[in-house]
């Protein structure tokens, strides 16, 4: 029975508002150049779970000076008609950053869709243009999550090089692309998904411990390697004590169990989720810098 520890916190909340601050300075000079970035966000009839990140993307954008808008199509808009916005949206110089809201109605094909928007306006690093820039490692953007996984392990001072790393969740939008980040600095990478067979093998042999899914208690404490690093990036909502009426929020981790056996470990709240926005932030920086510097 290896010994009982006390895992470090790693604060997602105090690294992404060390980001935002050097954002804001960095727009502050943007500005004075003439420089101006605009973010859109464009959804399509109305959706309650993601009303709160649009909330946190206009408190976002809004604190570093990023200029913000919305712009919500009818539930009942058919898929040229979205297509038609998103076009408007590409032509428009004054927009810098569109980032397409989801669900999308289930009558649309989401990737035609993201594949519509301008390789220039894609702050959310879907396109598959961006996408195969991300693939050779010269990218300028990538998808948020996946770079904010990144930056709280490097800034965390977590080393990659040569680390086992696993990663449970194969989507699009978090474990592959974080799959290719995490290889290109050098770390060896095991990706997880609902084929896998005897999960547990994989996650107990990794240095670091990835898990995307949305499923809370999915990872237990004897999936755990003594030592390792934990990221949850899973966000659940599920029912608060019984009779209050309310909500709770959950990854994917056994949270106070895992604490006891890993070296590190991200909270949910207050760890993947606000490094998500701040990363947001940053790639409309980086949308709206090349679109200045190709004009
Ligand atoms: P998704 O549904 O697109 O993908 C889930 C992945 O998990 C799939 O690859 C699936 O094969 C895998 N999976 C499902 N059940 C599994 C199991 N039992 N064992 C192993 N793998 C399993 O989801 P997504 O969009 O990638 O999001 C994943 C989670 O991350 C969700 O909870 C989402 O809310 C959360 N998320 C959080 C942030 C954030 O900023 N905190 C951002 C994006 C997503």
Known sequence: M?????????????????????????IEQLRAEGVH??????????????EAYLRRQQR??????????????????????????????????????????RPLPASMDDRRVQCALSIDKDVEGLTPANLGLLYFGRHIVAPATALGVLQLLQRSG????????????????????????????????????????DLAAHTRRADILISAVGKPGLVTADMVRPGATVIDVGYARRPGPVGSGQ????????????????????????????????????????CAVRMAKAN
């Open 2 to 26: 290896p010994p009982l520890m006390t895992a470090r916190r790693i604060d997602g909340s105090q690294l992404a508002a060390e980001t935002k601050a050097n954002l804001r300075q960095e």
């Open 158 to 197: 977590i080393e990659l090089k040569g680390r086992e790393v696993t990663v449970i969740g194969a989507s699009d939008i978090v474990g592959k692309p974080l799959s290719i980040l995490l290889t290109a600095a050098w770390a060896t990478v095991t990706l997880c998904h609902i084929e896998t067979r």
């Open 247 to 286: 909500t709770q929020v959950s990854g994917d981790v056994d949270f106070d169990a895992v604490s006891e056996i890993a070296g590190a470990i991200t909270p949910v709240p207050g760890g993947v989720g606000p490094m998500t926005v701040a990363m947001l932030l940053a790639n409309t920086v980086r």
């Open 60 to 101: 976002g954008a809004e604190g570093v000076g990023i200029d913000y808008s919305q712009v919500r199509l009818p539930q009942d808009v058919d898929e040229k008609g979205l297509l038609g916005e998103i076009d408007r949206l590409n032509r428009d110089p004054s927009v810098t950053g569109v980032i397409l809201q």
């Open 37 to 50: 970035p605009h973010l859109v966000a464009l959804s399509v009839g109305h959706d309650e779970s993601s």
